[in-house]
């Protein structure tokens, strides 16, 4: 196992020279649930502050106006929530694709020779 770009990994306990297709497969449905995840989230904030809104304009008793008051803050945590653990797990999962990425190019160049930096990604454009 080399010790490069592995050090930070929570997978470096795997001893595996290169991903399989059943390895990529797991990173894109992770990446997927992801965002569906994110959007659960979003959609129960909102629903929270509709809720909230609701509340507050059709009801009479104080107390259900308080609950009212309670849905709207709920909600807007609900969706900083639901970004910030977004973000964080995407930057995660973008670490192990990279160093997918890296270690199969690298595994190429020794076998193929350099490859152009643009293949199956974005070229930079520096100027």
């Not at 010790?3 to 930070?8: C, F, I, R």
């Amino acid at each position: 196992m080399k010790e490069t770009d592995m050090n930070d990994s929570p997978y470096e306990r795997f001893d595996s020279d290169d991903l399989i297709l059943r390895d990529e497969l797991a990173i894109d449905r992770t990446f997927l649930a992801n965002e569906r995840t994110l959007l659960a989230y979003l959609r129960s904030g909102v629903a929270l502050l509709i809720a909230g809104v609701s509340i507050i304009h059709f009801s009479q008793e104080g107390w259900f106006w308080a609950v009212g008051i309670a849905c709207i803050p709920t909600g807007i945590i609900t969706g900083i929530v639901g970004t910030v653990r977004y973000r964080k797990m995407n930057r995660s999962i973008s670490l192990v694709r990279r160093q997918s990425k890296m270690k199969q190019s690298g595994d190429a160049e020794s076998s193929l020779g350099p490859l152009p930096h643009a293949r199956g990604g974005h070229a930079e454009v520096q100027g």
